[in-house]
């Protein structure tokens, strides 16, 4: 019942959105695990299907950042009347069991010295605890490559870092204009910092490099709560977003040569373009079609594929890759990763990661009617992965 009533309080139009996302981050990993012998298709193409992973993960902080401030604005009516102590407590229910589960897994691994999951750039104990603490992404930037089942928890760090931070602005700027000021504030940042450094791992990985998706994720949710549009005006907001968002995603060559790249506005382009979508996703809520199925499955359990699919790259790289005689076979490696990934996620958010969300969370359903039922109604659409 509990399931049900779950499955038909998500958004299609989100879990299109992260369908998509998780996708292209698994097949840029498994380009680069498992490289194709020859580039049979056009360029363009090329970097649209396996090198479009680091969208994919800016595309998941704009999701966060604009699911938590709606549900935030849902459960409180306004940001400034947040509970501090419900807020750190959702955020952990959700993160914090699958995290620990990998990091035990992963544990036993490094330690067990499996070919392709120990550790040679740092300790175990630092990894495990840049994790817990949520900076695994400076570590990331200081030893070089972690393994792919550790290597994607930076994008978690980022997250969850403006996640620490996200109560205390509501609380102690309780002003909205400072507030959204604040937020442009990130976003102005984020630019600049991907372009004043000669380090890429620095532009990548670090939190102000990425603040600015949250941030906008953020304020759309503000706009989309605070204003009304009409069919008209949705129907355009819905246009702009396609439109920079394709500029973005498809046109990138283009975006290149006229200097968004160069200047590092193009992943704040997108992030606006995703933004002005999940304004139209959110005001419509339109159910998903028979053709869309796929894409929404694997929305749902996001989070789980994205700290999963790494381990079955690194099996696949090790064994079978050396194997294949042609792109046939390895193109069908990809295809075993994305279904394996998705299944043994599917597998982990029923059978794990939802238990022990519900657990976590159920002393405060007991006392709050209210807040059960928004629980049971949001607490899917409330991850991300945040997630590559």
């Given amino acids: 019942m509990l399931k049900n009533t779950q499955q038909n309080n998500r958004n299609a139009g989100i879990d299109i959105l992260r369908g998509f996302s998780i996708l292209s981050v698994i097949l840029l990993h498994c380009l680069i695990h498992m490289p194709l012998k020859t580039q049979f298709l056009p360029t363009a193409l090329n970097n649209i299907i396996f090198r479009s992973g680091y969208y994919g993960v800016i595309t998941f902080f704009v999701i966060s950042g604009f699911l938590i401030t709606s549900i935030c604005l849902k459960r409180w009516r306004n940001l400034e ?59 990331r930037i200081k030893t070089g490559f972690l393994p792919p089942n550790l ?78 549009f009409d069919s008209k005006k949705l129907r355009l907001i819905l246009f702009s977003g396609m439109l920079l968002s394709s500029l973005i995603l498809f046109f990138r060559h283009f975006s290149y040569e006229i200097g968004l790249t160069k200047i590092g506005v193009n992943t704040t382009i997108l992030e606006i373009g995703i933004g002005l979508m999940l304004i139209y996703m959110q005001r419509i809520n339109a159910g ?49 990763t994305v279904i394996l990934s998705g299944v043994t996620g599917q597998l982990v958010s029923s059978y794990f990661s939802e238990p022990m969300n519900q657990f976590l969370r159920r002393n405060k359903v007991k006392a709050n009617g209210n807040a059960a039922a928004l629980d049971c109604e949001t607490q899917e659409n409330i991850d991300s992965i945040v997630s590559s």
Wanted: glycine share 4%.
């Fill in 81 to 139: 009347n947040i509970h501090i102590g419900q807020f750190y407590r959702m955020r952990f229910a959700r993160i914090m069991p699958c995290l620990i589960l990998l990091l035990i897994v992963s544990s036993i691994l490094d330690l067990l010295h499996v070919n392709g999951f120990v550790i040679h750039t740092t300790s175990l104990s630092e990894v495990i605890f840049s994790a817990l603490t949520f900076h695994i992404n400076y570590l």
């Fill in 151 to 228: 290597d994607i928890l930076w994008t978690l760090s980022i997250e969850e870092v403006f996640y620490v931070f996200f109560p205390l602005i509501c609380l102690f700027i309780r002003n909205r204009v400072y507030f959204v000021l604040l937020m442009c504030i990130f976003i102005v940042i984020a630019p600049f910092s991907n372009v004043w450094t000669s380090n890429p791992a620095w532009s990548e990985y670090y939190y102000f490099s990425n603040f600015d998706g949250i941030a906008i994720g953020c304020l759309c949710a503000l706009i989309s709560n605070s204003f009304k």
């Fill in 288 to 336: 998903g079609t028979f053709w869309t199925v796929p894409l929404r499955w694997f929305g749902r359990n996001s989070y789980e594929c994205y700290l999963i699919h790494g381990f079955f790259i690194i099996l696949f790289s090790l064994t079978l890759f050396n194997k294949a005689e042609s792109d046939v076979h390895v193109l069908l490696l990809y295809t075993l």
